[in-house]
Nanobody
Framework: QVQLVESGGGSVQAGGSLRLSCDASERTSVGWYRQTTVKEREFVSAINSHGGSTRYVESVKGRFTISRDNVKNTVYIQMNKLKPEDTAVYYC?????????????WGQGTQVTVSS
């Protein structure tokens, strides 16, 4: 079973940047999701195992960039121009090669807090 671990969260002011990392035990397609205490977990972004296909939720397009280093089996999400509404716990998980179906379970996630 593929294991994935998130890291890189923190606290920033609005307009700032953070980069989250998802370290995988093997090469796989990865999706990022986020959840707040008042909203259900939502899809944020995904990338296939080769890095040639990506997908974003509309609210982060132009601000977030997903990428991967297949030597390290690590997927990154660079988050720029952060807004208070980006505050959430961010999770990465294994997804299908078509990057539209979640296959993996949830880890502990990493907290992102954006202050205004």
């Amino acid at each position: 079973q593929v294991q994935l671990v998130e890291s890189g969260g923190g606290s920033v002011q609005a307009g700032g940047s953070l980069r989250l990392s998802c370290d995988a035990s093997e090469r796989t397609s990865v999706g990022w999701y986020r959840q707040t205490t008042v909203k259900e977990r939502e899809f944020v972004s995904a990338i296939n195992s080769h890095g040639g296909s990506t997908r974003y939720v509309e609210s982060v397009k132009g601000r977030f960039t997903i990428s991967r280093d297949n030597v390290k089996n690590t997927v990154y999400i660079q988050m720029n121009k952060l807004k208070p509404e980006d505050t959430a716990v961010y999770y990465c998980t294994r997804i299908s090669s078509t990057i539209n179906i979640r296959l993996g379970s949830w880890g502990q996630g990493t907290q992102v807090t954006v202050s205004s």
